[in-house]
């Protein structure tokens, strides 16, 4: 079998390996980013349940801090009560007195709604907090699972890489050359094999005696219409060729 055409049977299986974990490799960083997203997003929702409920406390605080100072104010008018000298004076006073016992009432009902509210923010800031902790565990062996299989298609690649470079020092330098201007040019596949006097890539038939030449696997011989290199892949020497 022709020396050179074993080796490009290798190097086209190799660098097809080359582009898959080339193609894994660089997915990486945007999958590792994605797990931070999902855990970012589930921060949000605790640090939303978070902000829900301060407002909700701010609020309270400053509608208690009014009905106590409507409660002073309705306390200093009881207290003028003892002072008044006319009956006009004092319905007057007692009118504002009712006025302001009325906007207590109003105040503490929307004190009563927020506490009513608050208990259901503290539970949706339990669930979300519940979920944050499960998204943590789960970004948390999801990314530990994720770093070593891209430690292991790294290797892998850095051995591809190894063995493409030294099978490129092996292979005479133009048929290096035609191989992968070959593959460039047809979405990385340069070597392919001839079955039923047919280009297995292209489906392209040959002549019979073209066939004939190929099925010999002893010399170099493109395919006429696409150009990649052919060989018979039943006339093969060693399992290890196959593509």
């Known amino acids: 079998m022709n020396a050179d055409l074993k080796k490009l049977i ?6 097809t390996a080359i582009a898959e974990y080339r193609r894994k490799t660089e997915a990486f960083p945007a999958r590792s980013r994605a797990l ?15 902000a829900a409920i301060r ?46 016992q009325a906007a207590i009432g109003t105040e503490e009902d929307q ?32 990314r530990a699972r994720l770093e070593a299989v891209n430690a292991e298609d790294t290797r892998t690649l850095d051995a591809y890489l190894g063995e ?3 099978l490129s020092r092996e292979i005479d330098e133009d048929v290096l050359y035609r191989y992968d201007r070959v593959r460039k040019a047809r979405g990385g596949v340069a070597v392919a094999a001839a079955r039923d006097e047919e280009c297995a890539i292209c489906n392209v038939r040959m002549r019979p005696q073209i066939f004939q030449e190929v099925r010999r696997n ?20 060693h399992p290890f060729e196959v593509a």
């Open 164 to 166: 493409r470079a030294s």
């Open 111 to 142: 004190i009563l709604v927020l506490m009513e509210d608050v208990e259901e923010l503290t539970a949706v800031l339990g669930r979300a907090k519940a979920l944050l902790r499960e998204d943590e565990k789960s970004v948390e062996s999801n």
């Open 36 to 50: 931070d997203e999902q855990l970012r997003s589930a921060r949000e929702e605790v640090e939303r349940a978070e």
């Open 55 to 100: 407002a909700n406390e701010s609020r309270r605080k400053s509608l208690e801090a009014r009905v106590s100072d409507i409660e002073a104010k309705v306390s200093k008018y009881r207290n003028q009560l003892m002072s008044v000298k006319t009956n006009e004076e004092y319905r007057a006073m007692v009118r504002e007195i009712e006025y302001h």
């Open 10 to 15: 290798r190097l086209q299986a190799v660098d």
């Open 218 to 237: 002893d010399t170099i011989i493109t395919c006429d219409s696409c150009g990649r290199i052919l060989y018979d892949p039943e006339n093969l020497d």
